[in-house]
C-alpha cells in the first residue's frame, strides 16, 4: 500500500510542494510547528530514514540545505532545525523547522492552523527562492 508520501509524489493528493528533483520533494507540513515547516521526501519509498542507501541520504541533505536557505531567507528565522522522527508515516523522511530558540523544534509544542491562503502563499514564496 502506498505511503501518504507516495500519494503526494504521484500527485494522488494535494500538497504545498516548494521543491522537487528527480530524487526528492519538500512540501509544507500539514501540522506545522512554525510557518514554513517543511518535510523533505525521497520518490523512494523507504520506511526507515537510515535503511536508505549512502549516496541517497548525502543527496538528500543536499537537497535539504537548499530548501533551508529558502525557508530562512522567507521566514528571517535565526536557524532551521532539522528532525528524523518517522513514526507518524512509514516513508523517510526529515523535518525542516524554522526556529528562534531551541525550544522552537519540540514536537510536543502545539501545531499551528494555517488558512489555505497562508500555506499556499508561503510555498509560493520559499518556491520562488529555491535554487
Known amino acids: 500500500m502506498k505511503s501518504i508520501f507516495t500519494k503526494i509524489i504521484e500527485r494522488e493528493i494535494p500538497a504545498h510542494i516548494v521543491a522537487e528533483d528527480d530524487r526528492f520533494v519538500a512540501f509544507l507540513d500539514i501540522n506545522?510547528?512554525?510557518?514554513?515547516?517543511?518535510?523533505?521526501?525521497?520518490?523512494?519509498?523507504?520506511?526507515?530514514?537510515?535503511?536508505?542507501?549512502?549516496?541517497?541520504?548525502?543527496?538528500?541533505?543536499?537537497?535539504?540545505?537548499?530548501?533551508?536557505?529558502?525557508?530562512?531567507?522567507v521566514t528571517h528565522c535565526k536557524r532551521v532545525g532539522v528532525a528524523v522522527i518517522?513514526?507518524?508515516?512509514?516513508?523517510?523522511?526529515?523535518?525542516?523547522?524554522p526556529m528562534n530558540t531551541m525550544h522552537d523544534i519540540n514536537f510536543a509544542n502545539p501545531k499551528?492552523?494555517?488558512?489555505?491562503?497562508?500555506?499556499?502563499?508561503?510555498a509560493t514564496k520559499i518556491s520562488s527562492v529555491f535554487v
Request: zero cysteines; glycine letters at 4%.
Open 32 to 73: 506545522p510547528l512554525a510557518v514554513g515547516h517543511t518535510l523533505i521526501v525521497p520518490k523512494l519509498e523507504e520506511d526507515y530514514f537510515f535503511d536508505l542507501d549512502e549516496t541517497s541520504l548525502s543527496l538528500m541533505m543536499v537537497f535539504s540545505k537548499r530548501v533551508a536557505v529558502a525557508i530562512k531567507n
Open 112 to 122: 499551528l492552523k494555517l488558512s489555505k491562503k497562508e500555506f499556499e502563499e508561503t
Open 86 to 97: 518517522g513514526f507518524e508515516v512509514p516513508h523517510a523522511h526529515l523535518h525542516l523547522v
